[in-house]
Structures are given as C-alpha cells and as structure tokens.
C-alpha cells in the first residue's frame, strides 16, 4: 500500500501521559501535515512541513504539542503531559506541490 | 488569512433529486479550492479541486462545482443523488505558495430512499 500511513490507530491514555503518533506520508510528496479532528468539526490545523523544514505551528497549540519531520521522510506527532481535552482524532496527510491532501486513517486518543 | 464558510451544516434530499452543498470562501491569495468527503468511520477523501484552470470542476461520482470568484462561493452539486452519497463534506480553501489548508466545519448530506 503506496498511501498514507499513521500508527497507532488507536490509543487509550491516562491523563498526564505522554503519546507519540507516528505518520508514514507518500513518498514522493514533500509536504506533510497535521490536522486534529473532534466530534461534529471539521479538521482543525496544527502543524505543516516542507520537507524536513517546519513551516507553521498553529497558535493553537500549546507548548505541549510537538512534531518532527527529520530527513523529510515521515513524521511525529508528540503530546506531553495530556490533558483530557486532547481527545480527538489526530490526522496526517502529505501532499505534492499541487495542493490536494492525501489522508491517513487517523490515529484516535482518548485521555481518560 | 483565509477561511471557509460552510453555509449549512445539514443537508436532507431523497434518493435521486439534485444536492446542492454551499461553500463560501475568503482568501488574501489566488486560492485552489477542494471539496473532500468523510464517509462514517472512514479517512478523507478528495472530490474534486480548484487551481486556476476551468471554473467549472468536475469530480469523482459525479460530483461537480463551480468556482464563482465574484461571489467567492465554490459549491458542489450532483444531479441525482444516490444512497451512497450520505456522508460529511468538507469544503477546503488552500494557499498555493504557502501550501496551508482551511477546512470548513461541514456538511452533513442525508440520503432519503
């Protein structure tokens, strides 16, 4: 399967734990984001990147939130000392220069 | 900046009339606009999009939207609706050079036999 990819699909946390979620994008594409998604919204920005290089970070996020792109390839998704309001659905898609976003499956957190 | 409006957050029609889905859009650069759909537990797909050639877009299952920059609206209709339509639509507007994407909160389509 030549799609995006994301890991864990799922995962149940308790609150004040850290996760990390991992994003395989489509290779050849040099844009890679991540969008959070709640019951009822549409995907909501959090971060993108051009390559290794991250372009923008969502004011949104807090200083807990933090991704990486090294070498370009796939990306991370790490959330520190979560907090219950953190529960959604995390998002990755990739793109080429033309702009349409590819979709993984998502990975769902729920911080009990 | 740039934003999308969804204009309803719920569509109902029967099976086999027309589906009109609106999107309004406000943008500081040339945009490229998408529409993706959601189906129930399933990842986003794309529809169709907008670049800057013909205004009129046609996409998958034949879905179509039109690209009006003077009433900034790009909204998507279908003919006739079939069962399998019923899902959650998403109207996108993203910057070309920048490459960031906006999502709108929605439309829920419902599908009436």
């Known amino acids: 399967d030549t799609g995006v990819s994301q890991d864990p699909r799922h995962k149940i946390t308790k609150r004040g734990q850290n996760v990390t979620f991992r994003c395989d994008p489509i290779s050849e594409h040099n844009r890679l984001y991540w969008y959070r998604q709640t019951l009822g919204q549409g995907p909501e920005f959090l971060t993108y990147?051009?390559?290794?290089?991250?372009?923008?970070k969502s004011r949104l996020l807090s200083d807990r939130f933090s991704a990486e792109r090294p070498k370009g390839s796939f990306s991370t998704l790490e959330i520190q000392r979560t907090e219950q309001g953190d529960s959604a659905m995390y998002l990755c898609a990739s793109s080429p220069d033309t702009g349409e976003l590819f979709f993984g499956e998502g990975s769902r957190l729920t911080v009990l | 900046a740039q934003s999308v409006t969804q204009l309803d957050s719920h569509v109902s029609v029967s099976e086999g009339t027309p589906v009109l889905l609106r999107c309004n859009y406000s943008?500081?650069?040339?945009?490229?606009l998408f529409w993706y759909v959601q189906h129930p537990n399933k990842g986003l797909q794309l529809l169709l999009k907008y670049t800057s050639a013909a205004t009129l877009v046609k996409g998958i299952n034949g879905f179509e939207a039109e690209f009006k920059k003077s009433e900034t609206s790009f909204h998507l209709t279908k003919p006739s609706a079939h069962m399998s339509d019923a899902a959650e639509y998403f109207c996108?507007?993203?910057?070309?050079?920048?490459?960031?994407?906006?999502f709108g909160d929605g439309t829920t389509l419902t599908v009436k036999p």
């Open positions: 996108v507007v993203s910057e070309r050079i920048r490459g960031k994407s906006t």
């Open positions: 990147f051009q390559n290794e290089a991250q372009l923008e």
């Open positions: 943008s500081s650069y040339s945009p490229s």
